[in-house]
C-alpha cells in the first residue's frame, strides 16, 4: 500500500475515498495543506473548554459532551436533563476541570481531561480513530504553547485560539499532520502533489463532466438535451 497514491481534486473527494479504503480495511492517510485550526478535533476541543469555563452553564456542558471527542449520546443527555443526580455528577467533573486549569495550567488540566475519559481509546474505536487522535494532540499542543509563551488566563487562551482560526496560517507548525503512514496507501489532491514520486497512482475524479444540466428538458415523455439549435 504504501506505493500507492491516489490523486483527487478536492478534499471532499479525499474524504470519500478515505471513507471506501477504511470499509475495506485498507490503511490510508490523508495529506492535506489543511491547519489545525480547520480540524473538527480543534473546533470540538474549544467547545469542552467553553464547558469547562461556564462549568455553571449547563447549555455549554451540554454541548460540549455532545463533541465526538467526549462522545454522549442523545439517550445520555436525554437523561441528564431529567436526572438531577446524574447532571450533579458530570456539573461536579466539570468544576473540577475548571479548578484544575484555573489552579494550575491548561495542560495539566487537559491531560487529567483525556485520562478520565480514556480519550484515546474512545478515538480507536472510530474508522478513522489514528487520524482523529492525532489531530486532537495537535491542537492541544498548539494551546499548551500559546498559553506558557503569552501567558494566557482561561478566557484569554479560548479568545485565542477563537482569533487564531479566523487568522491566515502562520507556519508550517499549523499544518495538520500526518499520522503514521507506514504501509499505507497516501490521498492527496492534485493541489498538492502530481503523484509522480510513487509507482502506482489512481486517479477516480481525473475528468470532469463537460455536460450542463442547464440545457436539459422534458419533451412530453422524453429526455432531450439542447445542443444550440435554431
Request: proline share 3%; net charge negative; with cysteine.
Amino acid at each position: 500500500p504504501q506505493d500507492i497514491c491516489i490523486l483527487v481534486r478536492s478534499h471532499r473527494q479525499a474524504e470519500q475515498m478515505q471513507k471506501a479504503l477504511y470499509l475495506l480495511d485498507v490503511p490510508n492517510v490523508l495529506k492535506t495543506k489543511s491547519t489545525i485550526y480547520q480540524s473538527t478535533e480543534f473546533k470540538e476541543l474549544l467547545m469542552i473548554l467553553e464547558g469547562i469555563v461556564a462549568y455553571q452553564q449547563p447549555s455549554r456542558v451540554f454541548a460540549a459532551l455532545a463533541t465526538d471527542v467526549i462522545g454522549t449520546s442523545g439517550t445520555q443527555l436525554f437523561e441528564l436533563v431529567h436526572q438531577d443526580a446524574q447532571w450533579e455528577k458530570v456539573a461536579e467533573e466539570f468544576h473540577i476541570y475548571h479548578q484544575l486549569w484555573r489552579d494550575n495550567s491548561f495542560f495539566m488540566m487537559i491531560s487529567y481531561f483525556m485520562r478520565q475519559n480514556d480519550i484515546r481509546g474512545h478515538y480507536f474505536r472510530f474508522e478513522n480513530g489514528e487520524r482523529r487522535l492525532t489531530n486532537l494532540l495537535h491542537a492541544i499542543e498548539v494551546l499548551h504553547k500559546a498559553e506558557s509563551a503569552l501567558k494566557l488566563s482561561m478566557p484569554a487562551l479560548i479568545k485565542w485560539a477563537k482569533a487564531s482560526g479566523m487568522a491566515p496560517s502562520q507556519g508550517e507548525g499549523e499544518e495538520i499532520r500526518l499520522e503514521s503512514d507506514d504501509n499505507s496507501v497516501k490521498i492527496m489532491t492534485i493541489h498538492n502533489s502530481k503523484g509522480l514520486e510513487f509507482p502506482i497512482v489512481f486517479c477516480p475524479f481525473s475528468w470532469k463532466s463537460g455536460i450542463s444540466r442547464d440545457g436539459i428538458f422534458h419533451r412530453e415523455h422524453d429526455l432531450v438535451m439542447e445542443l444550440g439549435s435554431k
